[in-house]
């Protein structure tokens, strides 16, 4: 059995995971200037989260450049400055969920493409069931999120889910882990590549409900998230030298 971490350990792992969650998202071409954030909660203070900081490309993001945030959007550990759009969309997300540790939000293109159709991801393939009625589409769209009722909106959305797709925006995943809404990311916004090709193409031919269900036990399971991270994160240290295995 793995050794438990102490929570100063586990601050330590959830900060280490989402360095890497934001390298291997710069990695896939999900940066947009200032824009995106991924979040992780405190455990020692669990109404603090951590977060990325506002202006510094994901590519070059280190832990001491992380900053802990508390619910009022103040940093109360760390020096720089916070996403206002991702303290809005995140502390409420933390706060609706507890369950959540992770939350991830980037404007990548796939998934900014597929959320201009205002509707959720088909179940046409395999890994698409992942998200299979585990996912909703916040259908408005009001402008940049800047205050916390638009960001209490989006939380109401996502409701029990994985994760939102933002009509107009983008997507957002979460997890109970870094590793699982990072992951859960990545594959939302191929999952919403492969949708756009195909529609493009033709009819699209749906997997049954039953069947979708079945492969959404098998594929779209928190552990499975984790396991597929692991090489994502594995990759992001093997090309990034200034960070340290």
Known sequence: MAER??????????????VLTVRAFALAGFD???GGHVTARDPIEPDTFWINPFGRHFGHVRDDDLLRVDHAGEVVDGTGRVNPAGYAIHSAIHKARPDVVAAAH???????????????????TQDACAFFEDHEVHDEYG?????????????????AGK?????????LTVGGSVAEAAWWFLAMD?????QL???A?????????????????????????????????????????????
């Open 32 to 34: 947009e200037g200032a």
């Open 163 to 171: 994760a939102v797709v933002l009509r107009n925006h983008g997507l």
């Open 190 to 194: 191929r999952c919403c590549q492969v």
């Open 106 to 124: 980037t404007h990548s293109i796939h998934g900014r493409a597929f959320a201009a159709l205002g509707r959720p991801l088909a179940p046409i």
């Open 5 to 18: 971490r102490t929570p100063e350990q586990e601050r330590a792992y959830r900060r280490r995971q989402l």
């Open 201 to 245: 193409a033709g009819e699209l031919v749906l997997i049954p409900d039953e069947a979708a269900r079945a492969a959404r036990a098998d594929i779209g399971a928190p552990g499975i998230a984790r396991l597929n991270f692991r090489p994502v994160a594995e990759h992001v240290l093997a090309v990034s030298p200034d960070l340290t295995a």
């Open 143 to 159: 402008g940049v999120v800047l205050d916390g009722a638009e960001g209490d909106r989006i939380a109401a959305t996502l409701g």
């Open 197 to 199: 090709l195909a529609q």
